[in-house]
């Protein structure tokens, strides 16, 4: 589980630009709310470790960044 404060970044797809942005709470329902840095609000349900790929080799996701 990840807390207020972790930085993430979100990665959609090669059409979309990787963003940056920070976990802003920590619902009850254990999703998290990211503020990301273009202002976008999202409530996201999975953060993965940073450097984690799908079962097809994807790095599609939001992600904890380790390095901050």
């Known amino acids: 589980m990840?807390?207020?404060?972790?930085?993430?970044?979100?990665?959609?797809?090669?059409?979309f630009p990787i963003v940056d942005g920070e976990v802003v709470k920590v619902n009850s329902d254990d999703t998290y709310t990211v503020m990301?840095?273009?202002?976008?609000?999202?409530?996201?349900?999975?953060?993965?470790?940073?450097g984690y790929r799908s079962v097809n080799g994807s790095p599609i996701g939001v992600f904890a960044k380790e390095n901050v």
């Open 2 to 15: 990840f807390e207020v404060g972790t930085r993430v970044y979100a990665n959609y797809g090669a059409m």
């Open 36 to 50: 990301f840095d273009d202002g976008a609000v999202r409530t996201v349900t999975d953060i993965r470790e940073e």
